[in-house]
């Protein structure tokens, strides 16, 4: 995997200022989601408002998955006065994401079980690689942290594993059965195959 550390070091943000910086990033994605959403969902469904409270709806599952991942991986200092720790390149980082929707775009494409619904998870990647790219549009998502000048000592194998170990802790398979019957009923059905029943 390509390294997203930098030859500095930085200070580990008190858990307090991670915090506020998280908040600051999450509002940025939303943002970056409204408009990325408003751009591709109507190329599967002509009632996109609709589809977005299927997504909704899971938004407890998606809570207590991050609830998981911050309390099985401490990214914060106990102070202000943290630890110098290998600074990281968070547009890096983003930029990784964007290689992994790329590379399930490339698996999408030569998985024949898929092409039934290939235009909703075209349309899914799409919306993910414009939120991306938005994400990196001013100062990234980073602004907040180099106003405290510091970082979450986040490894991005490190988070990989917790994010499987949470998984297996949340009920996602009920999760996508829930949202696959909803995407049907708000419209997605009239770009699937008759004869493929994805539910």
């Known amino acids: 995997m390509q390294s997203t550390f930098t030859n500095e070091t930085i200070r580990e943000c008190w858990c307090e200022e991670e915090d506020i910086c998280m908040k600051d990033v999450e509002l940025k994605l939303q943002k970056c989601l409204d408009r990325c959403w408003a751009r591709d969902a109507t190329k599967v469904t002509l009632r996109p408002d609709d589809l977005r409270q299927c997504f909704i709806q899971q938004k407890p599952i998606a809570d207590h998955l991050v609830t998981c991942i911050k309390s099985n991986m401490k990214c914060c200092a106990d102070s202000k006065y ?118």
């Open 82 to 199: 943290g630890p110098q720790i290998p600074k990281q390149d968070i547009g890096k980082i983003i930029n990784l994401t964007g290689e992994k929707l790329q590379e399930a775009e490339n698996k999408i494409i030569t998985n024949p079980t898929l092409q039934p619904i290939q235009k909703v998870l075209d349309a899914v990647i799409e919306i993910g690689k414009c939120v991306k790219d938005c994400a990196m549009e001013g100062d990234g998502l980073e602004e907040c942290f180099e106003r405290y000048t510091c970082q979450p000592c986040v490894h991005v194998n490190r988070m990989q594993g917790t994010v499987r170990k949470c998984f297996k802790h949340v009920d996602w398979r009920r999760a996508v059965g829930e949202l696959c019957n909803c995407t049907v009923e708000s419209g997605v059905r009239s770009w699937i195959d008759d004869l493929f029943d994805p539910c």
